[in-house]
């Protein structure tokens, strides 16, 4: 069992940036593929940015391709989403998710953290 936690969420102005980190209460999270999801009020939960285990290969999601960025340093055991250029519509709870196998699919991910809150004013 692995317990993830997210922080670094918040209140931001649009245009602004913030930085979300997610790290497991115990164990490694060096053999996992690690992702961010988010869902808004009302709508169903979406694919943000995933990364492999050893950080060789990421993929973001089309909506948010060139303002965020995944990334990971496992020797601190952490797992980031870097957000910039953040718009209204980017307001959400972001999970944090840890998986056995590539994917963008939630199904696919066997761990989720509690979630943290993003909101942009606009």
């Known amino acids: 069992q692995v317990q993830l936690v997210e922080s670094g969420g918040g209140l931001v102005q649009a245009g602004g940036s913030l930085r979300l980190s997610c790290a497991p209460s115990?164990?490694?999270?060096?053999?996992?593929?690690m992702a961010w999801f988010r869902q808004a009020p009302g709508k169903e939960r979406q694919f943000v940015a995933t990364?492999?285990?050893?950080?060789?290969?990421?993929y973001v999601a089309d909506s948010v391709k060139g303002r965020f960025t995944i990334s990971r340093d496992n020797a601190k055991n952490t797992v980031y989403l870097q957000m910039n250029s953040l718009k209204p519509e980017d307001t959400a709870a972001y999970y944090c998710?840890?998986?056995?196998?590539?994917?963008?699919?939630?199904?696919?991910?066997?761990?989720w953290g509690q979630g943290t809150q993003v909101t942009v004013s606009s």
């Open positions: 115990e164990r490694t999270l060096s053999s996992y593929v």
């Open positions: 990364i492999r285990s050893n950080g060789g290969n990421t």
């Open positions: 998710a840890a998986a056995t196998t590539w994917g963008r699919n939630p199904k696919s991910y066997d761990y």
